[in-house]
């Protein structure tokens, strides 16, 4: 008997259908985020290098992206080698300016047509970002919420364009398209008024949503920080700042794994978040320590995550984006190691034998769920994830890696 029909049996012993399992996994669509190819570096300039706004990479291994043409390159590697339903996420600074001078505030569709033709000749739908950093008006630390109102109202009119622009990839490829709005705006150090930022801040979105559009072809996010580096006192878009704002408006909220206090995990909040916001986006990443943006493994909170989307019949309302940027390694082996353990977490998730658990919850019977709980974990998993990854025509096991040190030698050695 092959090691998949074994695995099969010995979880439909526990009532759970691993064919059920592998036909929902594959339809579960996974958002890539084209920056982790080019340590969030962005196409606008020739050099293009993240700055400011309280995100940071660290490492120089050699071999990222330098424009266009190689980040999706990359792409169409790593992608080739995760198994599954796949979308791209893209940041506004990765327009396609073929030269043009044009600033955030004005960009167009036009200016991502070629990532949409891109993403249509790989069936790939989009999700989008505008981007408050690594721009001189950002410089300071301050965009929507800034005192000064001509920045805000810049940074007011970058959400508003890249919102028609997400519609624009969202009408061109038949599925809605996510925009995340993620600023940096905060303190380093005791701010005098927490106030006025906030006010701000609800001001400058409200006058970016106020512009109508068309649910179906795009949705929109809002993601909340605890802090970052150089806002270490102060974020004006806190979680209780944006669980508001999303509840009150009916938005998208998104939770960042490393968005909040170092002990504290996703899982606990994703049932009590979706009982009054429609839907969330999940930022998949890693903090270790700090909001490091570490590269995405199957560890215990993102088992925790995709157990909640599933126990939570949330799978619908809930939108998966992979955020992490690790510069230290290599970075298409980076995406494939963070979506492959995403994907792993959801398919454990699938095969947990929950019925049975349930009921000895129901029953009151707690040390029975304990003990079925841990049972679940030691019970033929990689069988079932060789076989997903064999059956979507990827490397099973590690032999991912060897194709990643071929591309390396073959492709990413010459990007001196
Ligand atoms: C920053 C946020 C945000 C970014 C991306 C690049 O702390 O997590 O989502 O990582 O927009
Ligand atoms: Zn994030």
Redesign the pocket.
């Known amino acids: 008997m092959s090691t998949y029909l074994a695995a099969q049996s010995a979880y439909a012993d526990l009532g759970v259908d691993t064919e059920a399992a592998l036909k929902r996994l594959a339809e579960i669509p996974i958002s890539l985020h084209c920056?982790q190819g080019d340590d969030?570096g962005g196409s606008e300039h020739p050099d293009a290098t993240l700055t400011g706004g309280?995100?940071q990479t660290t490492g120089n291994y050699p071999g990222k992206a330098r424009n266009l043409d190689e980040l999706r390159a990359d792409i169409d590697k790593a992608s080739s080698l995760i198994p599954g339903s796949k979308r791209l996420n893209v940041?506004a600074c990765y327009a396609d300016l073929g030269g043009e001078k044009v600033d955030r505030n004005a960009y167009e569709p036009r200016h991502f047509q070629s990532w949409i033709d891109w993403a249509k000749t790989r069936n790939l739908g989009l999700d989008f970002?505008p981007s408050y950093f690594s721009h001189p008006l950002a410089a300071d630390g301050f965009t929507l919420s800034h005192p000064d109102a001509g920045v805000r109202q810049f940074w007011i009119e970058h959400g508003i364009a890249s919102r028609k622009i997400a519609a624009d990839m969202g009408r061109q490829l038949g599925t809605k398209t996510v925009t995340?709005f993620?600023i940096p705006d905060g303190y380093k150090d005791i701010p005098a008024d927490r106030v006025a930022p906030r006010k701000r801040l609800e001001a400058s979105l409200d006058a970016i949503f106020a512009v109508p559009i068309d649910p179906a072809q795009n949705v929109d996010a809002v993601?909340s920080?605890l802090f970052?580096i150089g806002s270490e006192s102060y974020v004006v878009g806190s979680h209780e700042f944006y669980m508001g704002y999303a509840v009150k408006n009916q938005k998208l909220l998104c939770l960042?794994a490393?968005?909040f206090h170092p002990t504290e995990t996703l899982a606990d909040k994703i049932s009590s978040v979706l009982q009054f916001v429609p839907e969330i986006l999940l930022?998949v990443?890693r903090g270790v320590r700090w909001?490091s943006?570490h590269v995405v493994i199957l560890d215990d909170a993102t088992r925790a995550m995709m157990e909640e989307v599933v126990r939570g019949g949330f799978i619908e309302r809930t939108h998966i984006g992979l955020?992490f940027f690790d510069a230290s390694i290599n970075r298409i082996a980076a995406w494939v190691i963070g979506a492959r353990a995403t994907l792993k977490a959801l398919l454990l998730a699938l095969l947990e034998p929950s019925a049975s658990i349930r009921e000895a919850e129901v029953a009151g019977d707690f040390a029975t769920r304990l003990a079925l709980l841990e049972e679940a974990k030691t019970l033929p998993f990689a069988a079932v994830w060789n076989e997903f990854c064999a059956r979507q025509n990827v490397p099973v096991g590690a032999a991912w890696l060897g194709e990643v040190k071929c591309y390396e030698q073959s492709v990413l050695a010459k990007r001196q």
């Open positions: 920056w969030v309280g995100i940041h970002n995340n993620w993601e920080k970052g960042d490393g968005h930022h990443s909001d943006d955020d």
